[in-house]
Each structure stands twice: as structure tokens, then as C-alpha cells.
């Protein structure tokens, strides 16, 4: 059997093939449709920059900037206690090393 003769009925001598691949297109392409329909309806986009397909609500980002501010205070409190333990080192090396030149000078 050729290819002419499998795209043509012989019956009635229209091409059934053809409407075949046509209509399974037609069903690909209205399935793709309701795909990207859905998808845009949910609020999904197709492409992002940064990841992330799902966007922070108003409330979520306040909350966001709150906990960053909470975090860079607690930061900026760690290093003040860190300069100041670094003070108090730098007093008490002092002492110790003047003790120990008494210490010294008396042997």
C-alpha cells in the first residue's frame, strides 16, 4: 500500500489522514491553551527573574522589612558588646602586663 493510497479512502476517495493530524493538532493546540489559561489565572508567570513564582503580599513584605530591621539592631548590639569585651581585654592585658614587669623588676 503507498502513501497516496493510506491518505486517500478508497471508499470515498477523501483524505482521512489529513483530517486525522488536523483535528489531534487542533486538540494539542486547545490543550496547550487551557494549560497556559490556567496558569495565568493562578497567577503563575512564565518567566521570573529571580526564582521565586510565588509574589509576597503587602502584609508579608512589612513583616520582612520588620524582621530585617529586628535583625540589623541585634547585629548592631553584638558588635557594640563585642568592642566592648575587646576594651575590657585590652584593660586586663594592661594590668597583667604591668604586673608582671613589677614582677619583673623586683627579681
Do not use: H, Y
Not at 47 to 61: I, R, T
Not at 95 to 107: G, L, P, V
Amino acid at each position: 500500500m503507498s502513501i497516496l493510497e493510506r491518505l486517500v479512502n478508497t471508499k470515498g476517495g477523501e483524505i482521512v489522514m489529513t483530517k486525522k493530524i488536523v483535528r489531534t493538532f487542533g486538540c494539542v493546540v486547545l490543550a496547550w491553551t487551557m494549560v497556559l489559561t490556567q496558569g495565568f489565572l493562578a497567577g503563575i508567570p512564565l518567566v521570573s527573574n529571580d526564582g521565586v513564582a510565588v509574589a509576597l503580599m503587602p502584609d508579608e513584605l512589612v513583616e520582612a522589612a520588620a524582621a530585617a530591621a529586628k535583625a540589623a539592631e541585634e547585629a548592631a548590639e553584638a558588635a557594640r558588646k563585642a568592642e566592648e569585651a575587646a576594651k575590657n581585654a585590652a584593660v586586663i592585658a594592661e594590668k597583667k602586663a604591668a604586673k608582671a614587669e613589677k614582677k619583673a623588676e623586683k627579681s
